[in-house]
């Protein structure tokens, strides 16, 4: 496992996810990942940072008892100016639900959604640099962008976090990989009218494991449910799985 470092504008660098019950959620990541919990900032109320060896991987507070918002896992794109960049993200269509705000002395955010309905978030470092372990179980390794057609979504991310864009070739699938400072960071994947509808356009957070099976096996013993079942797919072994509140998330074993 590797110490945060700071990343690249538009990387992937924090997901955080808000819930009705944080003690039952804590519960079930803790039990499937292995997690430990100490408090966060609580600009936002209660919430809590997840850790593996004392490594900060993720977050989970507490939704607002009068606001009825999705259960989802968040991504936070890292922004070295967030007032900056929610200005450039309203401009190009996009909308910003909260902030921006400071964290505490973590660092500033705020709440966006894309073009297309995707709630994601902006994160400008300063204590908190994000995620701080990767590449072992329990730690978010990818994040995918599904959504219905990927071309209009596509230029609204290249114009604000100025990505290069790496088309997949085969002529029956609508999806391209987004590269940062050159390397992949992120995909956005069109699924046409397969997009669930209760759903919308959505970010969906993977979390490595060491054997998808067992831990496809040990959400449902937990209270989750399978969204998608295993298979062997180009990034490696994944299944698409809910925690009992209805967070949608990819477990995988990488491939190599």
């Known amino acids: ?38 408090p966060g900032p609580q600009q936002l109320g209660p ?24 259960v989802a896992w968040t991504p936070y794109l890292a922004a070295p100016d967030v007032n ?10 996009g909308t910003v639900g909260v902030g921006p705000l400071d964290a505490e002395d973590a660092g500033r955010l705020a709440i966006v959604t894309d073009t297309a309905g995707a709630v994601f978030g902006l994160w400008q470092a300063a204590g908190h640099l994000g995620i701080a372990a990767h590449g072992t179980h329990g730690t978010p390794v990818w994040n995918e962008l599904v959504t219905a057609d990927t071309s209009v979504v596509v230029k609204f ?33 069109g699924v046409g009218r397969a997009l669930p509808r209760d759903r919308g356009s959505h970010w969906l957070t993977w979390f490595e494991v060491d054997d ?3 831990a496809v096996g040990r959400v449902v013993e937990l209270g989750g449910r399978v969204v998608e079942a295993a298979a062997d797919g180009d990034r490696g072994r994944a299944a698409t799985v809910a925690d009992p509140e209805g967070a949608v998330f990819t477990v995988v074993r990488t491939a190599g």
């Open 1 to 38: 496992m590797t110490e945060a470092t700071r990343h690249a504008p538009g990387t992937p660098c924090w997901v955080s996810l808000m819930v009705h019950d944080p003690d039952a959620t804590t519960d079930f990541y803790g039990a499937l990942f292995g997690w430990e919990f100490h």
């Open 47 to 70: 919430y809590v940072r997840a850790l593996l060896d004392g490594k900060e991987v993720a977050g989970i507070g507490r939704l607002p008892a009068d606001q009825r918002l999705p």
């Open 84 to 93: 900056r960049t929610a200005e450039e993200l309203r401009s190009c269509g």
């Open 157 to 189: 991310y290249r114009t604000v976090f100025g990505y290069e864009e790496q088309r997949d070739p085969a002529a029956d699938t609508d999806r391209t990989t987004l590269i940062a400072d050159g390397r992949p960071v992120a995909a956005v994947r």
């Open 212 to 214: 998808v099976d067992a």
